[in-house]
């Protein structure tokens, strides 16, 4: 992530919730600052690390670490939802066709990318299903869907790894809502 995006995020959640502040603590010293609790939150969705594993990095205890990481969750959807987490407009879908038509892909509303990611901690009684023959390793998913300028309009994480990427194409929301309105008219 780039740093100016980053502090524009921590600036964001300071000015939303006072949670993302610097205070005096009970016992008059300086509580974890701002940065250090986003960073932790943000450590911990990108590598996928427990709470406790990102204590000795942060000095942050558990506790702590995951009351940070559900308020940022809760405060990027609030603040975040109207602009980056919703679905296309029409006006967005009509900017989309026609660039696309422009570069020679009449139709066409982004580009679907499926890549399987492995699922350490899958349970026993789910790895038949989530197995992937070609690595041997339990595999969850992910399929996105992004325009020409990289936004992201769908993202489903979830399907098994034995599926492969046409069954999960054949199957996306997105796509399928898509020809339902082709079919209509």
Not at 13 to 25: A, G, M, V
Not at 35 to 42: Q, V
Not at 79 to 108: C, K, N, W
Not at 111 to 132: L, V, Y
Request: hydrophobic share 40%; glycine share 8%.
């Amino acid at each position: 992530m780039q740093k100016h995006v980053f502090l524009r995020i921590v600036g964001d959640l300071s000015s939303s919730d006072n949670y993302f502040t610097q205070r005096i603590d009970a016992a008059n010293k300086e509580g974890i600052s701002p940065l250090a609790k986003c960073t932790t939150t943000m450590r911990m969705l990108a590598y996928g690390v427990a709470a406790d594993a990102v204590d000795e990095y942060i000095k942050i205890g558990s506790s702590t670490t995951l009351e940070c990481l559900l308020r940022f969750c809760k405060g990027i959807i609030r603040l975040y939802e109207e602009v980056y987490l919703r679905a296309p407009t029409q006006d967005d879908l009509q900017r989309i066709l026609h660039v696309s038509e422009m570069r020679g892909f009449p139709g066409m509303i982004g580009s679907i990318d499926c890549m399987h990611w492995e699922w350490k901690n899958c349970p026993k009684a789910w790895e038949g299903q989530f197995t992937r023959g070609d690595k041997g390793t339990t595999t969850v998913i992910l399929e996105a869907v992004a325009s020409h300028d990289l936004w992201i309009w769908h993202a489903f994480f979830g399907c098994p790894g034995t599926l492969n990427d046409i069954n999960v194409l054949d199957r996306s929301p997105v796509l399928m809502m898509w020809n339902r309105e082709r079919l209509r008219g």
